[in-house]
């Protein structure tokens, strides 16, 4: 005698813990997030719904630390993940008048061409939305074929895409920048320095960014060079209009 046949119809929801109802709430409303359930007592359970998924959240565990953003987890594999990026971005500056791209609760920055990015909930839950076509093998530690700058650029593009740490890919780009700064080519200098400004901005570590900027404006670069190696430079002039409640248009940024 055969079993019963199974189908394939499954849908998995992850229960996340929830260590403040209202911010979790607040948050996840502010991003366009449905409440289909909501229960405080005897225990706290939630569930919320946005376009073809949901997220469910319960009580947490006493030693639940949310600074330590290691609360849990969900991947959400979507065909055009940028474009859940500029939703989740519009949102937030229409609900908050910027975009949380620092601290928690936070959406990571969003590179052209980038394969990810998270959402980080006051809970230090981490809402991770992936490509489906993303490449099987990443270089999660570095491309082993760069070396110099460009090794350093890409490590820290690994730091910030992969590990959400932007502090670390600092430090990378700083080191590199000594060591390599010199006998480097002017264009991966450029790239290096657009980079820093633009993590330096979105920590809000100021102290190098404006040495950073004049250093990139002195180097000896063709337009087009000069283009490429904006690109940072113009994301990071972005935040810090955005963080100082300035709207879209409110300034631009030349190409330095």
Same mark, same amino acid.
């Given at each position: 005698?055969?079993?019963?046949?199974? !189908?394939?119809?499954?849908?998995?929801?992850?229960?996340?813990?929830?260590?403040?109802?209202?911010?979790?709430?607040?948050?996840?409303?502010?991003?366009?997030?449905?409440?289909?359930?909501?229960?405080?007592?005897?225990?706290?359970?939630?569930?919320?719904?946005?376009?073809?998924?949901?997220?469910?959240?319960?009580?947490?565990?006493?030693?639940?630390?949310?600074?330590?953003?290691?609360?849990?987890?969900?991947?959400?594999?979507?065909?055009?993940?940028?474009?859940?990026?500029?939703?989740?971005?519009?949102?937030?500056?229409?609900?908050?008048? !910027?975009?949380?791209?620092?601290?928690?609760?936070?959406?990571?920055?969003?590179?052209?061409?980038a394969s990810r990015f998270t959402l980080v909930d006051p809970?230090?839950?981490?809402?991770?939305?992936?490509?489906?076509?993303?490449?099987?093998?990443?270089?999660?530690?570095?491309?082993?074929?760069?070396?110099?700058?460009?090794?350093?650029?890409?490590?820290?593009?690994?730091?910030?895409?992969?590990?959400?740490?932007?502090?670390?890919?600092? !430090?990378?780009?700083?080191?590199?920048?000594?060591?390599?700064?010199?006998?480097?080519?002017?264009?991966?200098?450029?790239?290096?320095?657009?980079?820093?400004?633009?993590?330096?901005?979105?920590?809000?570590?100021?102290?190098?960014?404006?040495?950073?900027?004049?250093?990139?404006?002195?180097?000896?670069?063709?337009?087009?060079?000069?283009? !490429?190696?904006?690109?940072?430079?113009?994301?990071?002039?972005?935040?810090?209009?955005?963080?100082?409640?300035?709207?879209?248009?409110?300034?631009?940024?030349?190409?330095?």
């Open positions: 005698m055969t079993g019963p046949t199974v !189908r394939a119809n499954e849908t998995t929801v992850p229960v996340l813990p929830c260590v403040s109802v209202d911010e979790t709430l607040e948050f996840y409303q502010a991003l366009g997030f449905e409440v289909t359930y909501k229960q405080t007592r005897p225990y706290v359970y939630l569930a919320l719904e946005w376009s073809g998924f949901a997220l469910h959240f319960g009580t947490p565990p006493k030693n639940l630390e949310p600074s330590h953003e290691d609360g849990g987890a969900c991947l959400v594999l979507v065909d055009e993940v940028a474009a859940y990026h500029a939703e989740f971005t519009r949102a937030l500056r229409a609900a908050y008048g !910027r975009t949380l791209s620092t601290g928690r609760p936070r959406i990571t920055r969003f590179r052209p061409g809970s230090g839950n981490s809402i991770i939305f992936i490509q489906r076509d993303e490449p099987a093998e990443l270089e999660y530690g570095g491309s082993k074929d760069l070396a110099g700058l460009a090794k350093a650029l890409d490590n820290a593009r690994v730091l910030s895409e992969f590990k959400n740490d932007d502090r670390a890919a600092l !430090r990378v780009l700083v080191t590199a920048l000594r060591r390599h700064g010199e006998a480097a080519a002017p264009l991966e200098v450029a790239r290096t320095l657009a980079t820093l400004v633009e993590l330096g901005t979105a920590l809000e570590e100021t102290d190098g960014v404006d040495e950073w900027r004049r250093r990139l404006s002195a180097l000896d670069l063709t337009a087009a060079e000069r283009h !490429r190696a904006a690109a940072g430079l113009r994301d990071a002039e972005a935040l810090r209009l955005r963080r100082d409640g300035a709207g879209p248009g409110a300034g631009t940024v030349g190409t330095p």
